[in-house]
Structure formats: structure tokens, C-alpha cells
Nanobody, 115 residues
Framework: QVQLVESGGGLVQPGGALRLSCAAS????????MGWYRQAPGKQRELVAR???????NYADSVKGRFTISRDNAKNTVYLQMDSLRPEDAATYYC?????????WGQGAQVTVSS
């Protein structure tokens, strides 16, 4: 059974930083492309960052230069380092593991950016 468990969400002030983690089990982690998506209330889920099985990363324009995605295949974990957070970054962040037609989601981690 595939499980993706996010952690590291919370409340941070504008300009602050958070690091999200997503621990995967039930998959051969190293061959999956991993992504972070987010969904704010009333908005569609959007891609934030993605890292391929070959370690190629890409980002949404809105987070380029502020967020960094990375993966540790030995720990079956993908990370999202979020710096210089803005109020518009507030959302529920979801981890995704994808390979071909297969797509798995975590339960989400809440990120609140407020003073």
C-alpha cells in the first residue's frame, strides 16, 4: 500500500521559512517523479515544484528563487524548502508521487503565512 506522509507545515510570518517533508512507503521511491502541489481555499490545486527520478527540478514561476525541492532516495523522502514566504503562499501543500499513469497523493500539510 502506497503511503505519502507530509510533515513540517505550520504558521510562519511573512518573510519566514519552512521545510516540508514527505516520507514515502510502498513504492520504489527512486524511480518515481516527486512533486509538491498546493491548494488554497477556493482555488485549483497547482504544481509548486517537481523533481524527476533523475534529479531534474522545475518550479512554478511564483516560487522560483524562493523554494527548493530535493529528494533523498536513501530515506524515501522528498523535501520542499520554502524561504521568503508570502501571504499568497498560504495553502494546503500536497506531496505527489508519479510514474506513468500512476499518481499517488499525500493527505496534505497546512501552511499559514500571517503576521
Amino acid at each position: 500500500q502506497v503511503q505519502l506522509v507530509e510533515s513540517g507545515g505550520g504558521l510562519v510570518q511573512p518573510g519566514g521559512a519552512l521545510r516540508l517533508s514527505c516520507a514515502a512507503s510502498g513504492i520504489i521511491f527512486s524511480i518515481y517523479h516527486m512533486g509538491w502541489y498546493r491548494q488554497a481555499p477556493g482555488k485549483q490545486r497547482e504544481l509548486v515544484a517537481r523533481i524527476t527520478s533523475g534529479d531534474t527540478a522545475n518550479y512554478a514561476d511564483s516560487v522560483k528563487g524562493r523554494f527548493t525541492i530535493s529528494r533523498d532516495n536513501a530515506k524515501n523522502t522528498v523535501y520542499l524548502q520554502m524561504d521568503s514566504l508570502r501571504p499568497e503562499d498560504a495553502a494546503t501543500y500536497y506531496c505527489n508521487a508519479a510514474r506513468g499513469a500512476v499518481s499517488n497523493w499525500g493527505q496534505g500539510a497546512q501552511v499559514t503565512v500571517s503576521s
